[in-house]
């Protein structure tokens, strides 16, 4: 929550009503080196708002992002891989080199556990395009389960450009259930478009399409999230879980992390301790939304004793990868 906020004081500190889209100029990727606030960061992206220059960083220790200004900030220009040597006893490095040694697999690339000690899972709401509404039985669900032990409640959500565009009542619900400190969202880049044919094969499917222009699903979706006053993580959930090793490595290129998941509910798969959980709340996949409140019955028990919890992603890739 304390990333989002800062979001919502530099937009006042500019003039811009929270409400209201942002508008953004030159927003591109730019890799450098700051210190901000007494902590080193990585900046991955640099724009102009009203005119007036900002960067995205990463906390390559915590992998926590935030909008910082550029005036005042005296920063090192380098490459990506620089960086990464440079930070290389981080958390976000190690999560990136181990996305990069799974990246030949067709399906599932990129980080899909947790921290294997932990007691509960880490969840992962897909947002993919859909005419649907939002299924909003699994956030109130996990509210009514988590108000006394665990507020808010963490979650990752997937989004997707074209959602954002068709499905604004329900985006601004969940931006006030964040709001209101009932739940705290980890905003995971799920492409723009989220391309799909129900008759290509899996290597000429979704993002490896031909044709996909790449730039566009990542930085456009970004530049979305931001526009609705939505803080981009530094992570990255290819469409359908599919991908091969050259689009991974276009991917990290941007300075991004590919998660995937070891618990897809409507596809049967169990979800263990430390498991990263998926679902889709669009509508589309009812089945797994009725295993996970399902789930969450099974497990109150569990959850009154804080034996069993909901992770923040970013603290369960930080947990596995910053030991």
């Not at 003039?15 to 591109?28: D, F, K, M, R």
């Not at 960067?55 to 992002?65: F, G, K, M, Q, S």
């Not at 040597?85 to 799974?102: H, M």
């Not at 400190?181 to 290509?200: C, F, L, P, Q, R």
Request: aromatic share 8%; charged share 20%; hydrophobic share 40%.
């Amino acid at each position: 929550m304390r990333n989002v906020m800062k979001l919502f004081l530099l937009l006042i500190v500019l003039g811009i009503p929270c409400s209201a889209q942002v508008s953004l100029e030159g927003y591109n990727k730019y890799f450098a080196i700051a210190k901000y606030e007494n902590k080193e960061l990585l900046i991955l992206r640099k724009f102009k708002t009203s005119g007036i220059a900002s960067y995205l960083a990463v906390d390559p220790n915590e992998l926590t992002t935030a909008i910082i200004p550029a005036n005042g900030i005296v920063v090192k220009e380098t490459g990506l891989a620089q960086a990464l040597s440079y930070f290389a006893n981080t958390a976000y490095s190690k999560a990136i080199s181990s996305a990069r040694q799974l990246s030949s697999s067709l399906q599932d690339a990129g980080i899909i556990h947790g921290f294997q000690k932990e007691k509960g899972i880490t969840l992962t709401i897909d947002l993919c395009p859909s005419h649907k509404v939002l299924d909003r039985r699994i956030f109130t669900s996990l509210i009514t389960e988590f108000q006394k032990t665990e507020k808010p409640v963490p979650i990752a959500i997937s989004i997707t450009g074209r959602w954002m565009l068709t499905h604004a009542n329900d985006l601004n619900w969940l931006k006030d259930l964040e709001k209101s400190k009932d739940i705290e969202i980890t905003w995971i880049n799920h492409s723009y478009n989220h391309h799909v044919s129900s008759s290509a094969p899996l290597k000429t499917n979704f993002l490896l399409e031909p044709g996909t222009d790449l730039n566009f699903e990542i930085l456009g979706t970004e530049l979305a999230m931001l526009q609705h006053g939505m803080l981009p993580s530094v992570f990255f959930r290819f469409p359908g879980l599919v991908s091969d090793t050259e689009v991974v490595n276009r991917v990290l290129s941007y300075g991004i992390i590919p998660v995937g998941s070891d618990a897809w509910l409507a596809k049967g798969q169990p979800a263990n301790a430390g498991s990263i959980v998926l679902i889709h709340g669009n509508g589309n996949e009812p089945v797994g939304v009725e295993d996970f409140i399902k789930l969450l019955k099974n497990k109150q028990q569990d959850i009154k004793g804080k034996q069993w919890m909901m992770y923040d992603l970013r603290e369960s890739v930080e947990d596995e990868f910053g030991q």
